[in-house]
């Protein structure tokens, strides 16, 4: 493990670096400490990393938990909660599609996956996709 992050710090010093890491919930334990390794050295390097997650799946034994808390020790660190989008979010992200953006956002709050702390609604990724698909079986289209 030592190698992999002696390597992967190496590389990221070298140059101006951004690393995103998406949905954080689904990296494996060895990631996770790589992670660690590089957060705990950022201010040592041009890098910027960026994480998403899903705090609603990373529950108190998730392997993620240690990265967490040094984002939360660290003063360099910056962490930022994101709400579920709103009705009118998803109406702008549908644009011109012919379908209604209250029941977009209404069928896809129960869908665990767009919860957020309590609050539901929509997530960006649901509602572009809705859009591009167009309407399906669940969601009728909107009356104009």
Do not use: K, N
């Not at 790589?34 to 392997?63: K, N, Q, W």
């Not at 040094?70 to 930022?80: N, R, S, V």
Request: hydrophobic content about 45%.
């Amino acid at each position: 493990m030592a190698a992999v992050c002696d390597a992967v710090f190496s590389d990221v010093r070298g140059a101006p670096t951004v690393l995103v890491i998406e949905d954080l919930h689904w990296v494996d334990a060895a990631s996770i400490e790589v992670l660690r390794f590089l957060v705990r050295r950022l201010e040592a390097m041009p890098c910027a990393i960026v994480v998403t997650y899903r705090d609603d799946d990373i529950g108190p034994h998730h392997s993620a938990r240690p990265l967490l808390g040094d984002f939360a020790a660290l003063d360099h660190l910056t962490t930022l909660g994101l709400s579920p989008l709103s009705v009118d979010g998803v109406g702008e992200l549908l644009g011109d599609a012919a379908l209604d953006a209250r029941r977009v956002a209404r069928d896809h709050r129960r869908e665990p996956v767009l919860r957020r702390g309590g609050r539901q609604g929509a997530g960006p990724a649901v509602a572009s996709d809705r859009a591009r698909r167009g309407a399906g079986p669940d969601v009728r289209p909107a009356s104009r």
